[in-house]
Each structure stands twice: as C-alpha cells, then as structure tokens.
C-alpha cells in the first residue's frame, strides 16, 4: 500500500469513528435532559387527560356587613364636626341597644372637606365644610337587620353605602363543595377513559379553585328623612360556594 493511500485510508477511519460518536452523543443527551435513562419520557411530556370537577353548595348566610354613614355640613369645619360628632353618637348609642357588640362596630371613613362654590367669572370660594362618619357594622341576628337601618337613620345617619350577607365561617361549605368537586373530576375521567378505551394511571396534578362570596344588596344614598318609615324588607336570601378543581392523569397504553 502506498504512502499515500495510507493516509486516505486513516483519515476515512477518524471520520467514521467521530460519525459513530456523533450518534451516540445524540442519543444520550435528549435522555439527560429528560432527567432519566435512554428513552424516558420527562412528566410534562407525558400522554395525559385532563378534566375539571364542580362542586356547588348553598348556604344560609349568618352574618349581615352594613355601612353605616353620617354626613353634616356646616358654615365651619368646627361647626360641621360637631353636629356629626353628635349624630354619630346617637347612631352609636342605637347600636349598643340593639346588641351590636363593639368588637363589630369599626370606623372606615372620616373625612373634612371644604364645600367650593364657583361663580362664573368670579374665584371660587368655600360656601361651608362637610364632615363625613362611616362604621361598618356587623349584625349577627338577621332578624334584626330592617329594624336596625330604620332606627340608625332616624338617629342621625344618612347614608347607607350596603349590606353584605355572608356567613362566619365557609370552610365547612368549601369542604363540602371540595368533595364534590375531587369526585365529579373522577368520575369525568374514568368516563373519558371507558370512552377513549384507555387507562388512567398516576395522578399528575391537581388544582382548585373557589368562588362565591357574600351577597350584597344595594341601598340609596343618601337617605336623608326616611328615619321613622319602618323597617324596610330584607331578604338575605341564600350564597352559592363553588369549587373547581382540575385534575390530570397519566394514560396508561
């Protein structure tokens, strides 16, 4: 064999020994990225069926949230302060009576403003300064609710920004509404399955989700001389609690 033809043929084996690396380089990397062995499958990339489960329960709310608000206006912000000052204290004293705890009365809002007017042509001027009291109330015997908004406005309050009807504690209702949600999901997926003719295997992930919340009613505001006109109607009528919950699992050739 010539010189030559030596180094040809040397040369054509470092080629085939660096393809023959190549493709076993290319075989072993996508399986060390997988996180296993040589034709593993990562768990994201897993064959899977995903469903989503509903649970839906009602309850009676317990609890109503009322904003309760006093607003005066006056020539001063001393003066104005002192009538709500005043007012509020009235409407206080009707809550102590009829048995709002304190721990459930909570001030949200108190604010002093000037009162502008603007003449045409003219600089503005303060015509007067509004004081405004807000509490937020919490009353635990519904019953009582109509006959508390009649006697706080006829004490002094004159805005009533709403009610909210909630219950204390939801988690009773939220696991009650969980159950059903984990086993409408199971059995939307066993559905699937029979269907499709597979078989589930481990369960992938799973994800909840809550809604519902309180009901709120809406009143006018203000509610300037409706004070000793009755109680008004007040229905809290019944909360919806939901929970989703999704599930996936593995499908199993």
């Known amino acids: 064999m010539s010189r030559v033809a030596g180094v040809i043929l040397g040369a054509i084996t470092v080629l085939l020994v660096a393809a023959v690396l190549t493709v076993e380089l290319a075989m072993v990397v996508p399986a060390v990225r997988a996180g296993?062995?040589?034709?593993?499958?990562?768990?994201?990339?897993?064959?899977?069926?995903?469903?989503?489960?509903?649970?839906?329960?009602?309850?009676d709310p317990d609890m109503?949230?009322?904003?309760?608000?006093?607003?005066?206006?006056?020539?001063?912000?001393?003066?104005?302060?002192?009538?709500?000052?005043?007012?509020?204290?009235?409407?206080?004293?009707?809550?102590?009576?009829?048995?709002i705890a304190e721990e459930d009365i909570q001030t949200v809002d108190y604010s002093i403003r000037a009162e502008m007017y603007y003449p045409e042509g003219e600089e503005p001027r303060v015509i007067g300064y509004v004081v405004t009291n807000a509490v937020q109330v919490k009353a635990r015997d519904l019953g009582l609710v109509g006959d508390l908004l009649d006697k706080v406005t006829e004490a002094g309050a004159n805005n009533i920004y709403g009610i909210t009807f909630t219950v204390e504690d939801p988690r009773p209702f939220q696991e009650q509404a969980r159950?059903?949600?984990?086993?409408?999901?199971?059995?939307?997926?066993?559905?699937?399955?029979?269907?499709?003719d597979i078989r589930l295997g481990d369960l992938l992930s799973i994800n909840e989700y809550i809604m519902g919340g309180p009901v709120y009613v809406e009143?006018?505001?203000?509610?300037?001389?409706?004070?000793?006109g009755g109680a008004p109607p007040i229905?809290?009528?019944?909360?919806?609690?939901?929970v989703?919950?999704?599930?996936?699992?593995?499908i199993v050739q």
């Open 36 to 59: 296993g062995p040589p034709g593993a499958v990562a768990p994201e990339e897993r064959n899977a069926i995903s469903v989503t489960g509903e649970g839906r329960v009602y309850a």
């Open 179 to 196: 159950e059903m949600a984990v086993t409408d999901a199971r059995k939307k997926a066993q559905q699937l399955a029979e269907l499709a």
């Open 64 to 99: 109503a949230q009322i904003v309760i608000g006093v607003e005066s206006r006056a020539p001063t912000a001393r003066e104005a302060a002192s009538k709500n000052s005043g007012d509020m204290s009235e409407v206080m004293a009707v809550l102590k009576e009829m048995g």
């Open 235 to 242: 229905s809290p009528g019944q909360m919806e609690i939901v």
């Open 219 to 228: 009143r006018a505001a203000p509610m300037e001389g409706i004070g000793g």
């Open 244 to 250: 989703q919950v999704g599930m996936s699992y593995e």
